[in-house]
């Protein structure tokens, strides 16, 4: 069994599963290695409450405190290099550390899509992905000057900052080369949703919209059209960190691929979180970046680690993000092949179905059936299409009968 554990990555997933161990009892060195400053923090509120009220009281996963109690040792700095036969990992700083097991906690980062003048734009901070509190911050203070915002995409983040940036005074411009909002992950319903939300609190969504050039005074899109903004937010999806992985020759693919158990193609090595490629809920291989995701997985790579429990990772993935004044919670994974079903009477829940069985449900500023969509989902007993097509369908009053 492992004696020595280390965990490249000190963000949510790498956090958690350090925290884990100690929870399971693992009596071993826990060792935290990651390249950003301070103590492991939460990114949701970045794009969220933090940036509207900078009040940083929000981010830390633990104080300062726990680390020493629990016997986790941070080591600040950028792993460069695994080293499987030696089984050891080592920092750019020259420093090796040496493990039994391996936790690759290393997450991603923002993508770049083939847009003139974008790189340079970045490299330069002209242009800022929203990733770290770093980049938090350095918008925060991009709103306090005020003047025109371009976000690059319409995803959750993307829209996210929209609506903060838009509630702070800011003319905002959101440009989405797809034909509608977030459509990687949610139903159709739910983007005209959040169309309509956003261009009721005024900002101007353009869709098929793609940015194609990033120039001094804004963003061209393909179009030829030029949008103004001298604040320009990258939101345009993220990439996983597979390239430490990679080199060790540990197998990659969108992810680091891992079996069932979270293990890699190296039994020694686990991955969670943004970065690991893994078999979802339909046997699928999934790639999740959700808080959620971070945890779990890291809570099952700890139990095994800690007490040599070979099962598979089997929780249900759910995912919220908050706009504006609207809270949208994801239970389930949904694909573009499912279809979906309003629930009668309640535009609020949107169900996807495969074939006639409950996938997945997407509830807007609604609590409760989400939390009984999870329990639903866990429970694996299906919902079929003509119980929610039965006279007063309600997933609440399900989810207890089922209980
Ligand atoms: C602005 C924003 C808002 C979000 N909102 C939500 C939300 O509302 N709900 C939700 O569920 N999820 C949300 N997410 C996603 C969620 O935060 C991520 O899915 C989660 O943080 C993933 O955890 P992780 O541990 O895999 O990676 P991360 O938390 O990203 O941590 C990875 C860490 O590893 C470090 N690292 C990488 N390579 C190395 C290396 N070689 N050496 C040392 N360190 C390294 C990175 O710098 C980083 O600190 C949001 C993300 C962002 C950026």
Redesign the pocket.
């Known amino acids: 069994m492992a004696d020595r554990v280390v965990i ?9 599963a350090a925290a884990s161990l100690r929870q399971e009892g693992f009596a071993g060195r826990v060792t935290l ?4 400053p301070g103590l492991p923090y ?7 409450a933090y940036m509207k009220d900078g009040d940083p009281k929000r981010l830390a996963l633990r104080p300062a405190g726990f680390f020493a109690e629990a016997g986790i040792e941070r080591v600040g ?4 290099e695994i080293d499987r036969d030696a089984g050891r990992v080592l920092l750019a700083g020259g420093e090796a550390l040496a493990y039994d097991h391996l936790i690759l ?4 980062r923002n993508a770049m899509p083939p847009v003139s003048g974008l790189a340079e734009a970045v490299a330069a901070r002209a242009v800022v992905g ?3 509190l770093a980049d ?1 911050e350095l918008m925060r203070a991009r709103i306090a000057a005020g003047g025109r915002a371009v976000v690059i995409g319409g995803g ?2 993307g829209l ?1 900052f929209a609506a903060v940036a838009r509630a702070a005074g800011l003319d905002v411009t959101v440009v989405e080369a797809a034909d509608r909002l977030m459509a990687r992950v949610v139903s159709p319903e739910i983007s005209e949703h959040f169309l309509d939300l956003h261009r009721g609190l005024g900002v101007d969504v353009r869709l098929g919209a793609a940015a194609a050039a990033v120039e001094p005074a804004g963003v061209r899109l393909a179009s030829g059209e030029r949008v103004a903004g001298g604040l320009i937010l990258l939101a345009a999806g993220v990439r996983p ?1 597979i390239e ?1 992985a990679a080199a060790a020759g540990i197998t990659v693919g969108n992810g680091v691929v891992v079996d069932g158990r979270l293990v890699s193609s190296d039994p020694a090595v686990s991955a ?5 490629l893994y078999p979802g809920p339909d046997g699928e291989s999934v790639r ?7 945890v779990d997985h ?1 809570r099952h790579i700890a139990r095994r680690v800690a007490t040599g429990d070979g099962s598979d990772y089997a929780a249900v993935p759910w ?4 706009q504006g004044a609207a809270k949208l919670q994801i239970a389930g994974l949904r694909h573009h092949r499912h279809r979906t079903v309003a629930v009668p009477g309640d535009r609020r829940v949107v169900l996807s179905l495969a074939g006639d069985v409950l996938k997945a449900v997407e509830t807007v500023n609604a609590p409760a059936p989400h939390m009984a969509a999870r329990r639903l989902l866990a429970a694996g007993q299906a919902v079929t299409l003509s119980e929610i097509e039965a006279a007063g369908f309600d997933l609440v009053a399900l989810a207890k009968a089922r209980a």
Do not use: M, Y
């Not at 490249?8 to 958690?16: E, I, K, N, R, Y």
């Not at 995912?319 to 908050?322: A, I, L, M, N, P």
């Open positions: 490249v990555g000190a963000g949510q997933g790498g956090f958690q290695v990651g390249d950003e939460q990114r949701p509120p970045l794009s969220k700095g950028w792993v460069e906690a290393t997450g991603a929203l990733r770290t938090a959750f983040i996210e960190n430490l969670l979180g943004d970065v690991a999740l970046e959700s808080v959620q995701a971070a890291a995912f919220w993000s908050d």
